[in-house]
């Protein structure tokens, strides 16, 4: 598998490297893959005073080291979410400047708790407003894969640095897709979390009105579910708290969805991908059944208007607040921002109301069965300026989007938990990703069902783990 964040944390805890020599490692890939894009700002002063901080740790207090699980282990945030103090966030926009930094937000803080050093800012484009990450600004992050595709958005740069081995994992978000769409572009597992699964405060600055979440991209199964155990509860608002539910995975009922409608068709080694994944789950004993694509066609409609709607009016009401020159941004935010400011109150209420009446069905479906598979992508990762900011047509960009990844938006909008691996290769070797989907709290199904799936071996990782010994 070329190694994840699990076997890295293992070899620094069992010192065949320290703490500061991992980080060496990462800085010198970071400098080495500049050319991809996948780090808009890189502090290696912060990342060695992490590093010795660790390294002082496990001398002194090796307790308290061995009790961090990804104790030394170097990663990088999101220029977008957190925030983490002492990385000054521009959310991918030349609106802001690069000095400062707020405070750890209690995300960032649980960062630390578990041991991870970070030393930079991945790539995401201007307010995460797209599928891609080309900020205007630079730099554009392509996917280490096929330099001239996307590695997607909005958390594009964080995936291209997982997956070049840069770091083992990194922090990520998702508002429709943005965690899951760049680890389905660049062959990583990615999980949106279950709504209030992860905390948000102090300031719910990335709240989005409930769509979006945090967490991260990894190299493996087993590093998503510790990374999500060790980050997950205890939330503080503003949903009741999300505890995983203590679940039976013996025989599932497994809704199989292949189709995504003539308005947004998926390619058919895209669509066949998701057959085997269901055909080896049917080999264990889960009984499968077959969804229709009417079934899902308004709850998606329906969730890329209450998209639209939320992230128009969280961008206008952001202009207002910081008094920015909403001039001085891109184009497309500029259109965004419009369109927020002069959406009535009422059509926003209306979107929220079918937002609720999208989980609502969701709910319904899952009364018939213990969880959806399903596309992720519609076609390979797209080459590089396919989602292009330099318009005002706010519809056009969207479209384009939901014709990308047509089943994104649901999670966000309903507030399920969803993940995303690779399950094999196209002909380009480029990967072909599945996606599934759980009730709330059924992250343990998917992460159960996604490991069963990863021990298949059909995805192989390209590039080693930058400092991880062979």
């Given at each position: 598998m070329q190694g994840d964040a699990t076997d890295l944390a293992a070899a620094i805890r069992h010192?065949?490297?320290?703490?500061?020599?991992?980080?060496?490692?990462?800085?010198a890939s970071a400098v080495l893959q500049e050319p991809l894009g996948a780090i808009a700002y890189l502090d290696a002063a912060m990342g060695f005073a992490s590093a010795e901080a660790r390294d002082s740790e496990r001398r002194s207090a090796p307790d308290r080291f061995a009790a961090r699980p990804f104790a030394g282990v170097p990663t990088l945030a999101k220029d977008?979410?957190?925030?983490?103090?002492?990385?000054?966030?521009?959310?991918?926009?030349?609106?802001?400047?690069r000095n400062g930094g707020e405070a750890d937000s209690d995300l960032a803080a649980r960062f630390r708790d578990a041991g991870f050093c970070l030393f930079g800012l991945t790539t995401s484009p201007e307010f995460g407003l797209s599928l891609a990450s080309e900020p205007a600004i630079g730099p554009i992050c392509r996917n280490p894969l096929d330099p001239a595709r996307t590695a997607g958005g909005s958390s594009g740069g964080a995936a291209a640095a997982v997956a070049a081995g840069i770091v083992a994992i990194a922090h990520a978000t998702d508002a429709g897709g943005s965690i899951r769409v760049p680890a389905?572009?660049?062959?990583?597992?990615?999980?949106?979390?279950?709504?209030?699964?992860?905390?948000?405060?102090?300031?719910?600055?990335?709240?989005?009105?409930?769509?979006?979440?945090?967490?991260?991209?990894?190299?493996?199964?087993?590093?998503?579910?510790?990374?999500?155990?060790?980050?997950?509860?205890?939330?503080?608002?503003?949903?009741?708290?999300?505890?995983?539910?203590?679940?039976?995975?013996?025989?599932?009922?497994?809704?199989?969805?292949?189709?995504?409608?003539?308005?947004?068709?998926?390619?058919?080694?895209?669509?066949?991908?998701?057959?085997?994944?269901?055909r080896a789950l049917e080999s264990d004993g889960h009984e499968i059944v077959p969804l229709a694509w009417a079934e899902f066609e308004w709850s998606v409609a329906a969730g890329g208007r209450a998209f639209a709607d939320i992230v128009s009016v969280n961008l206008a009401a952001l202009m207002k607040a910081a008094a920015l020159d909403v001039s001085r941004a891109?184009?497309?935010?500029?259109?965004?921002?419009?369109?927020?400011?002069?959406?009535?109150?009422t059509s926003l209420w209306r979107t929220l109301d079918?937002?609720?009446?999208?989980?609502?069905?969701?709910?319904?479906l899952f009364d018939r069965v213990d969880c959806i598979l399903m596309p992720m992508l519609s076609s390979a990762p797209l080459a590089i300026g396919s989602f292009p900011t330099d318009h005002a047509d706010t519809d056009l960009h969207l479209e384009r989007m939901?014709?990308?990844?047509?089943?994104a938006c649901l999670a966000?909008?309903?507030?399920?938990?969803a993940l995303t691996l690779?399950?094999?290769?196209?002909?380009?070797?480029?990967?072909?990703?599945?996606q599934i989907m759980a009730p709330m709290g059924h992250e343990p199904r998917l992460l159960s069902l996604a490991a069963r799936l990863e021990a298949e071996g059909r995805w192989q990782h390209r590039f080693p783990v930058a400092g991880l010994p062979s």
């Open positions: 010192g065949s490297l320290s703490a500061a020599e991992a980080m060496q490692a990462s800085l977008l979410g957190g925030p983490f103090a002492g990385l000054p966030v521009t959310a991918g926009s030349g609106l802001f400047e389905a572009c660049c062959g990583l597992v990615g999980m949106k979390p279950t709504r209030g699964a992860i905390p948000g405060g102090p300031s719910f600055g990335n709240h989005l009105a409930g769509i979006a979440s945090e967490l991260a991209v990894s190299r493996s199964v087993r590093d998503t579910a510790l990374i999500f155990d060790r980050l997950s509860g205890k939330s503080r608002g503003p949903f009741p708290d999300s505890s995983p539910v203590d679940i039976d995975n013996r025989r599932l009922r497994i809704g199989l969805l292949v189709d995504t409608g003539s308005a947004y068709p998926t390619e058919d080694d895209r669509l066949a991908v998701v057959e085997d994944a269901a891109e184009p497309l935010t500029q259109a965004f921002a419009a369109r927020g400011r002069t959406l009535p109150a079918d937002a609720v009446l999208v989980s609502h069905r969701l709910w319904a939901t014709a990308f990844a047509p089943l966000n909008i309903s507030g399920f938990p690779p399950f094999g290769q196209d002909e380009h070797a480029m990967p072909l990703p599945v």
